[in-house]
């Protein structure tokens, strides 16, 4: 719908700004607006993850992460997802030493 690309556009821009906890709003209020392609839905939940890392809020990042994995586990950008989880499961147990 238009409603969802404005939205999604406008995630986009707060992402570039580095507006990380605006992005993900404007990508959780299109998720949750109604039924969205797998690809899309993917897409957001993936940024979502980016911006949660960037937030340095790992577990919300490995969520979102494995989220889009689930979406469609034989895409791109799940493999994309599944390189992040791996870094962050490995950056967080690094933490921990």
Do not use: H
């Amino acid at each position: 719908t238009l409603t969802n690309s404005i939205r999604i556009n406008l995630g986009w821009c707060y992402y570039k700004k580095s507006n990380y906890s605006e992005a993900i709003d404007e990508y959780r209020n299109t998720l949750s607006a109604g039924p969205l392609d797998l690809n899309t839905r993917q897409w957001l939940t993936f940024e979502i993850g980016r911006c949660s890392f960037f937030l340095k809020n790992n577990e919300e990042a490995l969520d979102a992460f494995r989220e889009a994995v689930s979406v469609n586990p034989d895409t791109k950008l799940a493999q994309k997802a599944r390189t992040n989880i791996e870094d962050i499961e490995r950056l967080m147990k690094s933490e921990k030493i």
